[in-house]
């Protein structure tokens, strides 16, 4: 499979495990989950044809380890703007995580921190350069840290989801170390 193949596919499952499910007339269970065969038939139906070896190579290969394949079943791992359970027990953070964004909203985070905008959580990288990668899809990335032990301690909830990604409901300001 060539990697733009590869590309698409993944943008095909992100866009309909993640956000538009209805769109091509899929229902993921509480916990964001689809069979397998249900999600490719409707993709086929709707003009966008998958195979079996294809999904299991874009899961395989993707380098953000966005999707899980359980069985004759597949979720995304995070990122839903559609209401889904993802099951996730609360863990202690590291110390320290990390958060990858564009100077343009800068302001907007020293006066309310982050927030999860569309999505259910906040996205926390656990490298500095994981978050680059992150900021870098909106143009020239800022890395934030975030003092994650600190909110742990002062009673914020973190969960970690499949891939690694952390998730919080949101980071106070007061838990950002910012320059300048």
Known sequence: MDERRTVKVSKYLSK?????????????????WVGVETLLSA???????????????????NDKRRFAVDGDRICAN????????????????????????VARVMDAIRTEGLRPMTRHHVHLSPDRETATRVGAR????LVLTV?????????HV???????????????????????
Not at 43 to 61: C, K, N, T, Y
Not at 83 to 88: C, P, T
Request: proline content about 8%.
């Open 138 to 141: 909106r143009g020239r990335p």
């Open 43 to 61: 993709a086929a139906s709707h003009g966008f044809a998958i195979s079996r070896a294809e999904l299991d190579h874009v899961v395989a290969v």
């Open 16 to 32: 309909h495990l993640r956000h538009q499910p209805e769109r091509i007339g899929i229902t993921l269970d509480d916990h964001g």
């Open 78 to 101: 995070q990122g839903h703007t559609v209401a889904v359970d993802l099951d996730l027990p609360p863990a202690e953070p590291p110390a320290y995580l990390y958060h990858g964004t």
């Open 158 to 180: 973190f969960r970690v989801s499949a891939n690694g990604v952390w998730l919080a409901d949101a980071v106070p300001p007061e838990f950002l170390l910012l320059r300048g």
């Open 147 to 155: 003092n994650a032990g600190a909110m742990h301690r002062a009673g």
